[in-house]
């Protein structure tokens, strides 16, 4: 690469929380960086991450890991990149490109738009990971054929461009560009939601009914097993359009509660019929 | 095996419906029967069985696959179980055990209870499968560690309670007894309920969110690919118990949706959290 502007190859890179996101990125990102080191506030975190040799660096000390940042990597809980976002300025002078894996991002922008001038900031949301978090169950393929969805601030410029792009590369990922309340509105209907639903399923279910459960329930109510601490942010950022969906959802239970209701079963199977379809479309 | 009944081994075994359940059950039981006879109405199917070599005879005929038959295995959507149930006495004179497959029970169980008295009836439901059918995606292994919930009636007899028991060894499944009435009410929530989410959640989905999809909603969402054909039926015979559930469903839902409404985030994260454990639990 002789273009100029920024380098992921010869960066020294900080990844902010060594969770299931910021360790699979750790991982897959070994080899294409000069220089990977990472924070995080957990103890046990940080001998696993040593363990696995995952950074050369890792530390609770925002000191010791942002000092000599090209590339910071915000891979925490939205509440903690909005926090990141006000502090990184106490620790990094040099010229610093910032990326975020939240996955809300309108709020996440504003706070980036604060960022002094040697920062140059961009947002980004992996569109992958599972429900079991934390640095145990990283994976250096989790990016892998998953889709980036980057969301450029007007102030971000040809570094952070060209960071996001050599990153999303090196994870083998894909890039889709999308304005950040396009953005919030799409994730609201593909992510935001079935958290929700799913947490409604887990609530609604009788507790002798375990024996019973099998892959179809395994799958309708995967997402509830997520930990509040990940999505509670992620739903007080994007309250609107997550409230938006379900007044839809609701609508299109009703619709199908109804033609049960009236034992109307050609309504009940046009409706069905149509969400297979629709499936069959969207997936 | 040498106590006196039912013996698998030296049993003429006949799969009516060779689709996705028929076809992987005929698959399994291959090394496990006398003989195996298969029966589609769908040509294509019939092919393709007899390409696989799935069993010994592959007949649209009634005639041809039951005249010897010792256990009928009902695997078809819960319709043509019931219209089976009605047709049997005039193709099989001979004792003969009837298991079903279907995903409700209360209603066929009362099918079942007309028989005539050659036939020794069971009920049974596999709980495992996958949203697309057809003998096409039939696989050996898909019972393999799965739950059979078993649903006598007070007329089984000692051949349909061998017979299921020997069939369960044989898949390599797992059998959990059950009442039909308590087996609707556990897979109202277990199955036909998150099968009614999936789908409202597909309707409820914007056309041009597609690029955003990721592996929470393809889980969410995944029962909605099912066809209608499979469902339909299931949800008419089960339709109290799916309405009851649903019913629940929409008081949690309105739980969570409230505390977003009022930005009630530490009421969310209760709810959220005690979802979160209800989750651990249940799987």
Redesign the interface.
Known sequence: MDEPGFKLSEANVAVIGLGLMGGSMALALRDHCRQLKGLDVDPDTLSLAEQMNLVQTASSDPRVVLNDADLVILACPVPAILSWLEQLPAYIQQPCVVIDLGSSKRTILTGMQELPLNFDPIGAHP????ETLSLRNAEGGLYRG??M?VTPLERSGLNANQAVRQLVAALEAQM?V?EAAQ?D???A???H????????????????????????????????????SM??GV??TN?DQ??E??K??????G???QA??R?D?PA??T??????S??????
Chains 1, 2 share one sequence.
Do not use: N, W
């Open positions: 569109i992958c990971g599972k998953a889709t969805a889709v999308e953005h509105r799409a994730l209907a593909t992510s939601l079935p958290y929700v639903l799913s947490s409604a399923l887990v609530l609604a279910t009788p507790p002798d009914v375990e024996r019973f459960i099998g892959p179809g329930f395994r799958s309708t109510a995967r997402l509830a097993g997520t930990p509040a999505m509670l739903l007080e309250r997550v409230l969906r379900l839809d959802f609701r609508a299109a239970l619709q199908l509660e049960l209701e034992d079963m009940l199977q409706l069905l019929d149509s969400a297979q629709r499936y069959q479309t969207l997936l």
